[in-house]
T-cell receptor, first 115, second 113 residues
Framework: GAGVSQTPSNKVTEKGKYVELRCDPI?????LYWYRQSLGQGPEFLIY????????DSGLPNDRFFAVRPEGSVSTLKIQRTERGDSAVYLC?????????????FGPGTRLTVL | QQQVKQSPQSLIVQKGGISIINCAYE??????FPWYQQFPGKGPALLIA?????SEKKEGRFTISFNKSAKQFSLHIMDSQPGDSATYFC????????????FGKGTRLHILP
């Protein structure tokens, strides 16, 4: 079966612009996570969805960042008024929460570059 | 505050050698410790994971050693191969099954052919 997919794979934008990043989780996975990975760093948590609702958004850096998951499947991460410091790889992960461990399956990421 | 500290930052090992990566954590609420492997341009992939009720877990050439009292755990890669060259992340997660994963900063491993 297909894994987690993310589009676009690369996004270049100018400072101040609005961007949307899309995540398609593994079919049937109820939990969806967004992480941000800066160069040379480990992924950092942004937000977690259980179904359609954001169960934990404590990692969102400020109110320019927003994410939705309206039908409990596909999720979109939205960044307003982008800044150069937003440049990073944005990773999406999903989990079925069916096992003992919280095994999260990651997509390939979207590389965002803000000029 | 860095909740999961990983070392070394980079590591070079001869083919056939043992690669060892170390991690330490602070939060005693963590009870799930996965290791992820990441190749350039790809997302992290789960390699092996351990719960603190065991001191060691082995899967093929990969072994996690866990020291609960010291709050430390390590990844050992036996008979390291060039295909193992990647960035490795240790990580930790708290008691709730759906909790976020806290990652270390990563170790860039290079296996010499």
């Amino acid at each position: 079966g297909a894994g987690v997919s993310q589009t676009p794979s690369n996004k270049v934008t100018e400072k101040g612009k609005y961007v949307e990043l899309r995540c398609d989780p593994i079919s049937g996975h109820t939990a969806l996570y967004w992480y941000r990975q800066s160069l040379g760093q480990g992924p950092e948590f942004l937000i977690y969805f259980q179904g359609t609702g954001a169960a934990d958004d404590s990692g969102l850096p400020n109110d320019r960042f927003f994410a939705v998951r309206p039908e409990g499947s596909v999720s979109t991460l939205k960044i307003q008024r982008t800044e150069r410091g937003d440049s990073a790889v944005y990773l999406c992960a999903s989990s079925s929460l069916a096992g003992t461990y919280n095994e999260q399956f990651f997509g390939p990421g979207t590389r965002l570059t803000v000029l | 505050q860095q909740q999961v500290k990983q070392s070394p930052q980079s590591l070079i090992v001869q083919k056939g050698g043992i690669s060892i990566i170390n991690c330490a954590y602070e939060n005693t609420a963590f009870d799930y410790f996965p290791w992820y492997q990441q190749f350039p341009g790809k997302g992290p992939a789960l390699l092996i994971a351990i719960r603190p009720d065991v001191s060691e877990k082995k899967e093929g050439r990969f072994t996690i050693s866990f020291n609960k009292s010291a709050k430390q755990f390590s990844l050992h890669i036996m008979d390291s191969q060039p295909g193992d060259s990647a960035t490795y992340f240790c990580a930790a997660s708290a008691a709730n099954r759906d909790d976020k994963i806290i990652f270390g900063k990563g170790t860039r491993l290079h296996i010499l052919p």
